[in-house]
């Protein structure tokens, strides 16, 4: 399902970028590092009621374009729309008004919950930080249960819980607000493939029930090819190519798009030869000149160090790629490594 009630999330030209500043003793006792550009002028838009799947290697900036979004890294430059207004220019009262609408279930479920609290005192304690009136809270019961954990959790300790049930209490946490948009960083990240199709089937039915709109960090391209309405796929803090899910993962432009299913690729999938992609993904300290993948894509020819590929619209409705020889590579005109 797509949503079609307008965006809730609106980035324009979004940039986070971190450090190249000393100050101080520190500019005499450290060597100034170059800035580090996690995101470098993003442009994302979130209708409601969508799944957007955001998917890239560590050191991607993934994490970082869902923190901004959400308030929680301040952008270097650019914007970011929820349901129409503009972060940035909110007051206190407002911002705090707003950030109740827009939630996150972190990564790490078990180390983002105090191991001093008992279940239902974490789930409470969401309401604590918001201010929120008692009268307006939901039980740990009906939380729990929303999240189909019985009541008899509310009382065990973060240890006592396995890596499916911690992920159930984040997700509990996020949905305490009654949030109407939600940045899943890695939800099924550390669980065995039983726990991955609950937390997974959790989602699924949360997102019809409570009309919600994700914003979904992952590593697992199945998980976002079965949730996801849009793939987005990032490489050092830009878009590499976007689009509705099903196109996109049976017909990929960008050949990064197409290392990462190659190498998902299941025994006896027939799929095409596995493309040689070189090396780790470099630092988002020093990106590479021009398109930012030419330090290990097998297709790279002189003009890939020079210019940077704008996103360019493929012919099919939403999908995009940054790759200036994306039509010679799907019609094997211009093979890899030549
Ligand atoms: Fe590869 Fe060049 Fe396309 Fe970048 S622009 S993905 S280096 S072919």
Redesign the pocket.
């Known amino acids: 399902m797509t949503g079609t009630n307008g965006p809730i999330v609106e980035a324009r030209r979004l940039s986070t970028h971190f450090g190249g500043e000393s100050s101080g003793l520190s500019r005499f006792l450290r060597p100034k590092l170059p800035v580090l550009r996690a995101i470098d002028g993003i442009d994302l838009v979130i209708e409601a009621g969508q799944v957007v799947g955001l998917v890239g290697e560590s050191g991607s900036g993934k994490t970082t374009l869902g923190r901004t979004i959400l308030g929680l890294e301040r952008p270097t430059s650019g914007e970011v729309r929820f349901a129409g207004e503009n972060i940035e220019k909110l007051g206190t009262h407002d911002l705090r008004l707003l950030r109740r609408r827009m939630q996150m279930i972190p990564q790490d479920a078990a180390a983002s919950l105090s191991p001093r609290l008992r279940v239902s005192q974490l789930l409470d304690e969401v309401y604590d930080i918001r201010r929120t009136a008692r009268n307006a809270r939901r039980s740990p019961a009906d939380l729990l249960a929303m999240v189909e954990l019985g009541p008899e959790h509310a009382n065990k300790y973060p240890h006592e819980l396995s890596g499916g049930q911690a992920k159930r209490v984040s997700i509990a946490r996020a949905l305490a607000m009654e949030p109407e948009f939600i940045v899943a960083d890695e939800p099924t990240s550390g669980l065995d493939v039983s726990a991955v199709a609950a937390i997974v089937n959790l989602l699924v039915r949360l997102r019809a029930e409570l009309n919600l709109s994700y914003l979904l960090i992952t590593h697992d391209l199945d998980v976002v090819a079965y949730m996801a309405d849009i793939i987005v796929v990032m490489y050092l803090g830009k878009v590499?190519e976007i689009g509705p899910a099903e196109g996109l993962a049976d017909r990929p432009l960008?050949?990064?798009t197409q290392s990462l299913l190659d190498a998902v690729t299941r025994p006896g999938e027939e799929r095409r030869t596995k493309l040689a992609v070189r090396g780790d993904i470099p630092s988002p300290r020093f990106p590479p000149s021009?398109?930012?993948?030419?330090?290990?894509?097998?297709?790279?020819?002189p003009?890939?160090?020079e210019r940077e590929?704008a996103l360019e619209e493929s012919g099919l409705p939403g999908h995009r790629?940054?790759?200036?020889?994306?039509r010679?590579?799907v019609s094997g005109s211009?093979p890899a490594g030549c």
Do not use: K, N, S, V
């Open positions: 590499a960008h050949p990064y021009g398109c930012r993948f030419h330090t290990r894509c097998p297709f790279a020819q003009l890939c160090r590929p790629t940054a790759c200036h020889f994306w010679e590579i211009l």
